[in-house]
């Protein structure tokens, strides 16, 4: 009985050892995985959508992501990169472009560590510039804006233009100026990223009247602002990024509301296995940086999985033979100066409960 009994003992650490290894991370080859993001704060809201993302990448490959809180700002940001180098990890994901490039900077002359931001950095200044180590989204925004302002400048003659005062927010409105024309423009105003009451903002844009309008504003702010142009009698064409209207935004507009919304995306509208999965899981339907979260961790783990124990070099170079990936955000490049580029920026309307492509 004692030799059954040994013998069983044997055979469930051996299934314990095997489980554990099947479940290994992607610590098990000395490479570990620190994230930044606004967690508190004004842009809170973006960083959980990142999070949310990354969680769930993190689960289906099996890696081990270490949070701390950047806030979206430079200095915290840096402090809490540096406590995770410091505890040993030496890929750090980053999010918003003061925050990552103040990383950046201070890891620039580093071989031991890999910045890979998930969003868009200027266009100013070559992104190698930074490091060899560091890896973040291109002039995206600038695209994203661009896009919108390219089937503006068709539709519209006079322009009101309104967005957070943040890197983001401006760079889309660069980019939609770009493509309309700064001639069409008779407003163009900045608030707080807190923002959630727009009646001031509102009334200042009737007073122009125009017939189309750029606005960057957070998505849970989205329908207020709609209900309050509404309001107030005017209801000019809205042209706007997925940063402002997801899913859950969508079904929340009337349907009047929805007819004059054209919005930006970078992200190919999910599957439905993938859409149903986030929903089951976050009660919420994806939008684009549940999306690039959700990417930006899936080939970080795709390009480091073959690599031996602590060769953060081989994951860099990896990274940069990374050509026409294919993801739910489009197809993903990364040139040799380290910027990952997202090409496949797409205009939708709302039609219903769903979106559809404008022609």
């Known amino acids: 009985m004692k030799k059954i009994i040994k013998i069983i003992s044997v055979v469930v650490v051996i299934v314990i050892i095997v489980f554990m290894i099947s479940k290994s991370t992607i610590n098990d080859n000395g490479i570990k995985v620190g994230v930044v993001l606004p967690l508190t704060g004004p842009v809170s809201a973006v960083g959980e959508d990142y999070k949310r993302g990354m969680d769930m990448a993190a689960e289906d490959y099996g890696v081990k992501l270490n949070y701390q809180d950047g806030k979206a700002n430079p200095t915290d940001s840096l402090n809490a990169a540096l406590q995770l180098y410091n505890d040993g990890n030496n890929i750090i994901m980053t999010a918003f472009r003061g925050a ?64 957070e005062n943040t890197d983001g927010g401006l760079d889309k409105v660069k980019g939609f100026t770009q493509a309309l024309g700064v001639d069409k423009i008779v407003m163009n105003d900045t608030f707080l990223t807190d923002k959630n009451d727009f009646k001031d903002v509102v009334t200042k844009v009737k007073s122009h009247n125009p017939d189309c309008i750029f606005i960057e504003i957070k998505s849970n702010y989205f329908k207020g602002f709609m209900n309050q142009m509404i309001e107030q009698g005017i209801s000019p064409k809205v042209y706007t990024t997925s940063y402002s209207v997801n899913k859950d935004v969508a079904n929340s507009l009337s349907d009047n509301q929805k007819k004059l919304v054209v919005f930006s995306s970078t992200s190919i509208y999910p599957d439905k296995t993938f859409t149903n999965r986030y929903f089951a899981k976050y009660n919420r339907y994806p939008n684009d940086f549940a999306l690039v979260g959700y990417e930006m961790v899936k080939m970080m783990y795709e390009n480091q999985k073959e690599c031996s124990k602590n060769t953060v070099k081989c994951v860099s170079d990896k990274l940069r033979q990374v050509r026409d990936r294919g993801t739910y955000v489009g197809k993903i490049s990364i040139d040799n100066n380290q910027e990952i580029k997202l090409r496949d920026n797409t205009l939708f309307k709302i039609v219903g409960a769903e979106f559809e492509v404008v022609k």
């Open 100 to 163: 990552s490039i103040s990383v950046a900077s201070n890891f620039k002359n580093k071989d031991d560590v890999i910045v890979f931001s998930t969003t868009a950095t200027s266009d100013v200044k070559p992104i190698g510039s930074y490091g060899k180590n560091f890896f973040a989204i291109g002039a995206e925004m600038i695209q994203n804006g661009f896009a919108d302002g390219t089937n503006a400048s068709k539709q519209c003659s006079k322009v009101v233009t309104l967005t």
